[in-house]
């Protein structure tokens, strides 16, 4: 094991005084909290269950063989290497306790953590509000995973169809919905166009990929319901361009092996990918404070926990109502603004400096930097 050096120094020791700072989750809002931390006078301690951070704006590219995992996945350790300041753990948190500010980890070798300020970062798992047997027949897409088995599947669907005889059991196979019209949903949707119209156009002899049926599905009135009107509008317009199948005000009753059912009628399906709703990440449960119905920690206008001001929430984890009552899009550039605006207070804290008491964004910010809308496919081509 390799000794410290001058220019390594141990992290955390006995005598180090400086305020502790814990922030949990390596996803964009923890990293980039993280990044802003790196010359305040506080130590960092960032907890993770896998050592890389994904750019999940980008997963859809990676479930349609757009990008291969490793173009998307980064090492934390190496994003952090120069932070002389931070330290990473490839742990998982057992429990929080808010009241003696302390973490404990699964892992037992390692010791229990005492911190002057927390950031909860851990995002948000699928939320299929009661139906959880639907999960046996969909997808989500909350990781690399996920993408990879994604792609394998739509691919391994286009092989069968080239060789089955059967035109019914072909035009299931030639056929994958997408339930929820969020972010997420529309890119894969419209990266699933381009994929059959493009990218494997001419590689079958048997079928002809471009009549594949990409259908997405929303229960809501329109597609990118958190957003503004012209930007669901804009992105409805390019998908429909792309030859997607938008069924708005649709609500899914079923899913089972055959497909998804929209109350009487069936959409025989070989893939489903589930993207309409998400929940926060199990670590709140026994946090007992104030949570949404999907689990997220409804925050304070500053971002941080009702009752305790050095712990924060943000991201896909927190309810953030104080920006026009409903909660802030769960899109990366939100927790990157929420990460920067916690870590700039702690720092100023640090500082004994005044904080800025809450936090705010536009929308419409918040939006282009990985909106469906800029990133879906422009290829060029025609039907």
Same mark, same amino acid.
């Given at each position: 094991?390799?000794?410290?050096?001058?220019?390594?120094?141990?992290?955390?020791?006995?005598?180090?005084?400086?305020?502790?700072?814990?922030?949990?989750?390596?996803?964009?809002?923890?990293?980039?909290?993280?990044?802003?931390?790196?010359?305040?006078?506080?130590?960092?301690?960032?907890?993770?269950?896998?050592?890389?951070?994904?750019?999940?704006?980008?997963?859809?590219?990676?479930?349609?063989?757009?990008?291969?995992?490793?173009?998307?996945?980064?090492?934390?350790?190496?994003?952090?290497?120069?932070?002389?300041?931070?330290?990473?753990?490839?742990?998982?948190?057992?429990?929080?306790?808010? +009241?003696?500010?302390?973490?404990?980890?699964?892992?037992?070798?390692?010791?229990?953590?005492?911190?002057?300020?927390?950031?909860?970062?851990?995002?948000?798992?699928?939320?299929?509000?009661?139906?959880?047997?639907?999960?046996?027949?969909?997808?989500?897409?909350?990781?690399?995973?996920?993408?990879?088995?994604?792609?394998?599947?739509?691919?391994?669907?286009?092989?069968?169809?080239?060789?089955?005889?059967?035109?019914?059991?072909?035009?299931?196979?030639?056929?994958?919905?997408?339930?929820?019209?969020?972010?997420?949903?529309?890119?894969?949707?419209?990266?699933?166009?381009?994929?059959?119209?493009?990218?494997?156009?001419?590689?079958?002899?048997?079928?002809?990929?471009?009549?594949?049926?990409?259908?997405?599905?929303?229960?809501?009135?329109?597609?990118?319901?958190?957003?503004?009107?012209?930007?669901?509008?804009?992105?409805?317009?390019?998908?429909?361009?792309?030859?997607?199948?938008?069924?708005?005000?649709?609500?899914?009753?079923?899913?089972?092996?055959?497909?998804?059912?929209?109350?009487?009628?069936?959409?025989?399906?070989?893939?489903?990918?589930?993207?309409?709703?998400?929940?926060?990440?199990?670590?709140?449960?026994?946090?007992?404070?104030?949570? +949404?119905?999907?689990?997220?920690?409804?925050?304070?206008?500053?971002?941080?926990?009702?009752?305790?001001?050095?712990?924060?929430?943000?991201?896909?984890?927190?309810?953030?109502?104080?920006?026009?009552?409903?909660?802030?899009?769960?899109?990366?550039?939100?927790?990157?603004?929420?990460?920067?605006?916690?870590?700039?207070?702690?720092?100023?804290?640090?500082?004994?400096?005044?904080?800025?008491?809450?936090?705010?964004?536009?929308?419409?910010?918040?939006?282009?930097?990985?909106?469906?809308?800029?990133?879906?496919?422009?290829?060029?081509?025609?039907?």
């Amino acid at each position: 094991m390799p000794t410290e050096t001058a220019s390594n120094p141990p992290i955390e020791t006995a005598n180090d005084s400086r305020p502790h700072v814990v922030i949990i989750g390596g996803g964009f809002g923890g990293l980039t909290a993280a990044q802003v931390l790196k010359h305040a006078p506080v130590r960092v301690t960032l907890v993770d269950r896998s050592n890389h951070h994904v750019f999940q704006p980008l997963l859809y590219q990676v479930a349609t063989a757009g990008l291969s995992p490793s173009e998307i996945a980064s090492p934390i350790r190496s994003i952090l290497r120069k932070q002389k300041n931070t330290r990473v753990l490839l742990a998982e948190v057992a429990r929080i306790s808010l +009241d003696s500010r302390t973490v404990t980890l699964r892992e037992h070798d390692l010791p229990e953590l005492r911190y002057d300020f927390l950031i909860l970062a851990t995002g948000a798992q699928n939320n299929y509000f009661g139906n959880d047997a639907w999960s046996r027949y969909t997808l989500g897409l909350k990781g690399l995973d996920d993408a990879v088995e994604i792609r394998s599947r739509v691919l391994l669907a286009f092989e069968e169809a080239e060789r089955v005889d059967d035109p019914n059991r072909r035009e299931q196979l030639l056929t994958f919905v997408v339930i929820g019209g969020g972010p997420t949903g529309v890119e894969l949707a419209g990266a699933l166009s381009e994929l059959s119209r493009f990218a494997l156009a001419r590689d079958f002899r048997a079928i002809n990929p471009k009549s594949t049926r990409i259908i997405l599905v929303e229960m809501a009135s329109r597609i990118l319901s958190a957003f503004p009107e012209d930007l669901s509008a804009k992105a409805l317009a390019q998908l429909q361009g792309l030859g997607v199948q938008v069924r708005t005000g649709a609500r899914v009753t079923g899913i089972d092996k055959r497909g998804v059912h929209l109350g009487d009628e069936l959409i025989q399906a070989a893939v489903v990918v589930w993207a309409a709703g998400v929940q926060a990440t199990p670590i709140t449960a026994g946090l007992g404070v104030p949570a +949404d119905r999907a689990g997220r920690i409804v925050v304070e206008p500053g971002c941080c926990v009702p009752g305790h001001p050095e712990a924060f929430a943000i991201g896909d984890i927190a309810a953030y109502l104080h920006q026009g009552g409903k909660p802030l899009p769960g899109v990366s550039p939100v927790a990157m603004q929420q990460g920067r605006y916690v870590a700039r207070n702690i720092e100023r804290s640090a500082r004994g400096r005044p904080t800025n008491p809450t936090f705010t964004t536009s929308i419409r910010e918040t939006w282009r930097p990985s909106a469906a809308v800029e990133l879906l496919p422009t290829s060029g081509g025609s039907n």
